[in-house]
């Protein structure tokens, strides 16, 4: 995943980035009333998020 992460623009990481947000805020909020099917779903998306800040600090 970092390669990938690496060949892309900064415009599609911030976008990337926007996306991976509003979903672990739908994750949030959708778990506090029932329980999830994907309990590491949560885990997964924050680890993908501080990827893509790590390679946006890079990119600067």
């Known amino acids: 995943m970092k390669k990938e992460l690496s060949k892309k623009s900064q415009v599609d990481?911030?976008?990337?980035l926007d996306e991976k947000r509003l979903s672990l805020r739908d994750i949030r909020f959708g778990t506090a009333g029932s329980k999830s099917k994907n309990v590491k779903e949560q885990k997964?998306?924050?680890?993908?998020?501080?990827?893509?800040?790590?390679?946006?600090?890079?990119?600067?």
């Open 13 to 16: 990481l911030m976008r990337e």
């Open 44 to 60: 997964t998306i924050k680890k993908d998020i501080a990827r893509i800040k790590t390679v946006l600090s890079i990119k600067k």
